[in-house]
């Protein structure tokens, strides 16, 4: 999906049980443009994972 989506200004990850602190890493370095992302109920998805998301995307909008 990153690879492919570069301009994405928004994604909602609610839910998704096999997305882990890599993918949300792979995404903020493929999705510059990115200012909202929703990762509520991800399991896999840590602390480290979303201060991850904030360093590299410090404008946008992180929602646990």
Do not use: H, M
Not at 12 to 37: H, M
């Amino acid at each position: 999906l990153a690879a492919r989506c570069p301009n994405l200004a928004a994604i909602s990850l609610y839910g998704c049980a096999d997305i882990t602190d890599q993918g949300v890493k792979a995404l903020a370095a493929r999705c510059p443009n990115l200012a909202t992302i929703y990762v509520t109920n991800c399991a896999k998805i840590t602390d480290e994972g979303v201060k991850a998301l904030e360093a590299a995307l410090p404008n946008a909008k992180v929602v646990r």
